[in-house]
Structure formats: structure tokens, C-alpha cells
């Protein structure tokens, strides 16, 4: 039954990084390699406001950090004029040091016998077991994620990000900054990362330096599960298939890891096997397609 809430929750956490990663490479069409850094980076910040007795704050906090992260990455793809994988990777590589400060020159912070949102929960919600409060915890900040990112691209600015990722030459021509626009997405994207890792700080009760490494394998795994399962119709089902690819992601390692198929240092093996195949899939649909059309033709 742990395993089962376990999975539940780490589920619905890591469906944040989803959001994040589909806001990026799917609706703004825009590779972004800054993923790895801002998770820790809001996880880096949310250990030490947590520790410093301030747990909600911490969460603020993160969500700041990780979209002044993003912002700093789409100002060196627009202003600078940098490749937009670079422009990730040389943020990315600069947040190592910044995270570094962060933690106070440490490569882990505890937050063992330190109070947490989870333990606030639990504290406020003693009738209930602990794994259902850290499940209703991961539900809500899911939820209230989701809701309000798929609110956000019902405006007028969300329409413009959607357009600029669509098609950013008929978005110039409407004068729309689009500098802006993509600005504004990466940092959005990134809030919502960084977020994730906070939460996690504060789940786990620690933090470490190289938490994020091989974190955006994991986003866009859930993504393309989602996609596969769910469907891509519109940017609402989209979300909503992200974070229902996070859960069924961390479904397949569970089973992976329960039944000991195989050791645990394979997991990045596996989630990269997953991305393949899953990007695989549409392209094989399309060949099958293509036979199809060509025997009928015949």
C-alpha cells in the first residue's frame, strides 16, 4: 500500500516538471535545456527557507528563482541572440554555482526534524495517515498548477505565447513582442520546474546539488506518455496528458524496481529508452500510413 501512495505522489509532484517541460517544448516549440538547473535551484531554495522555519515561503520563493532562471535564459535566446540549446545549457551550467551558494557552499541540506509543509499538513490533519496528507498535498499543488496554467493560456497573453510557438513570423507581422512572449513562457515554464523541485526538498527532507542531473529525461517522458495515452488535441489536454504521463511514468519504474527486473542504477537507461520509443511512435503511425496509401493506390 506504501508503494502504491508512494508512486501516487511522486506522481502528481513531479506532473509540475511536466507542465513545465510541455509549456517549453510543446507549446512554445522551444528546446530548453535550463530544466536540470532551476529544478535545483528551486529546490536548493526551498531547503534552506524551509530550514530557516519558513516552509510556504520557501515554495514562493522557488517558484521566483526558477523563473528568474528562465528569464535569463530567454533574454540570452532573444536579446544575445544565443541558440536557444545553448542559451539553456550556459544557464544550466552557470546555476551549479548559484545553487552552490544557495546551499551554503554544501552539496546537501537536511531538513530532518525540521518543519515542512507536509509536516504542517500532518500536524493540521492528524485523523488521517501520513501518506493520504502527503497524497491531498500533491493532489492540491497539482491541481492548482494545472488549473491555473491552463487558465493562463485561455488569455490573451497565453493565446500570444501559443501563436509565437506555432508560427513566430505571423506573430511579428501582428506586431506582438515576441521577445517578450518567449521571455515570459520560459520563465513561466521554469516557475513551474523549480516549484516541482521545491516540493520535493520538502518531501524527501533533503536536498542535493545533483538532483536535477537527468531531470528533463524524466519531464519529457512523461510528456510523450501522456501524449501516446491521452492525446495532444489542445493545450488543456495537453497539460492535463502531462501530468497523467508523470504518474504513469513513475508507475512503470515502480513496477521496474518492485520486482527488481532491473538494478537501480538502469533508471536513466529506462527513461531514456521511454522518450525513444515514445518519439518513435508518431513516426511509425505515419509510415504505416504511408504503406497504406500506396498498397491502396496500387
Known amino acids: 500500500m506504501s508503494i502504491i501512495f508512494g508512486t501516487a505522489q511522486l506522481g502528481l509532484i513531479y506532473g509540475l516538471l511536466a507542465i513545465g517541460i510541455y509549456i517549453s517544448f510543446r507549446v512554445l516549440n522551444t528546446p530548453d535545456l535550463t530544466a536540470e538547473g532551476s529544478f535545483t535551484f528551486g529546490l536548493a531554495v526551498s531547503s534552506v527557507m524551509a530550514a530557516a522555519g519558513h516552509p510556504f515561503l520557501a515554495l514562493l520563493l522557488a517558484i521566483i528563482a526558477g523563473a528568474g532562471a528562465g528569464m535569463v535564459t530567454g533574454l540570452l535566446q532573444t536579446k544575445c541572440g544565443i541558440h536557444p540549446v545553448l542559451a539553456g545549457i550556459l544557464t544550466m551550467s552557470g546555476l551549479y554555482s548559484v545553487n552552490m551558494f544557495v546551499m551554503g557552499e554544501r552539496a546537501n541540506v537536511t531538513l530532518i526534524g525540521i518543519e515542512t509543509v507536509f509536516t504542517k499538513a500532518m500536524d493540521a490533519m492528524p485523523f488521517l495517515d501520513k501518506n493520504?496528507?502527503?497524497?491531498?498535498?500533491?493532489?492540491?499543488?497539482?491541481?492548482?498548477?494545472?488549473?491555473?496554467?491552463?487558465?493562463?493560456?485561455?488569455?490573451?497573453?497565453?493565446?500570444?505565447?501559443?501563436?509565437?510557438?506555432?508560427?513566430?513570423?505571423?506573430?511579428?507581422?501582428?506586431?506582438?513582442?515576441?521577445?517578450?512572449?518567449?521571455?515570459?513562457?520560459?520563465?513561466?515554464?521554469?516557475?513551474?520546474?523549480?516549484?516541482?523541485?521545491?516540493?520535493?526538498?520538502?518531501?524527501?527532507?533533503?536536498?542535493?546539488?545533483?538532483?536535477?542531473?537527468?531531470?528533463?529525461?524524466?519531464?519529457?517522458?512523461?510528456?510523450?506518455?501522456?501524449?501516446?495515452?491521452?492525446?495532444?488535441?489542445?493545450?488543456?489536454?495537453?497539460?492535463?496528458?502531462?501530468?497523467?504521463?508523470?504518474?504513469?511514468?513513475?508507475?512503470?519504474?515502480?513496477?521496474?524496481?518492485?520486482?527488481?527486473?532491473?538494478?537501480?542504477?538502469?533508471?536513466?537507461?529506462?527513461?531514456?529508452?521511454?522518450?525513444?520509443?515514445?518519439?518513435?511512435?508518431?513516426?511509425?503511425?505515419?509510415?504505416?500510413?504511408?504503406?497504406?496509401?500506396?498498397?491502396?493506390?496500387?
Open 132 to 298: 493520504a496528507v502527503k497524497l491531498i498535498i500533491a493532489l492540491l499543488a497539482t491541481a492548482i498548477s494545472a488549473l491555473a496554467a491552463i487558465l493562463f493560456f485561455r488569455t490573451h497573453i497565453g493565446l500570444c505565447v501559443r501563436a509565437a510557438g506555432d508560427n513566430e513570423t505571423m506573430v511579428r507581422a501582428s506586431s506582438i513582442n515576441v521577445d517578450g512572449v518567449k521571455i515570459l513562457a520560459l520563465a513561466l515554464s521554469n516557475g513551474f520546474i523549480a516549484l516541482c523541485g521545491g516540493i520535493i526538498a520538502q518531501y524527501q527532507s533533503f536536498a542535493d546539488i545533483n538532483s536535477g542531473v537527468g531531470i528533463l529525461v524524466v519531464g519529457l517522458a512523461s510528456v510523450i506518455i501522456g501524449e501516446v495515452i491521452i492525446g495532444k488535441r489542445s493545450v488543456t489536454v495537453g497539460i492535463i496528458s502531462a501530468v497523467a504521463g508523470s504518474v504513469i511514468y513513475r508507475i512503470i519504474i515502480a513496477l521496474a524496481t518492485t520486482y527488481t527486473l532491473l538494478p537501480a542504477y538502469m533508471l536513466k537507461f529506462i527513461s531514456a529508452v521511454i522518450v525513444a520509443a515514445a518519439l518513435t511512435v508518431p513516426a511509425f503511425k505515419q509510415t504505416m500510413s504511408v504503406n497504406k496509401l500506396k498498397r491502396g493506390g496500387v
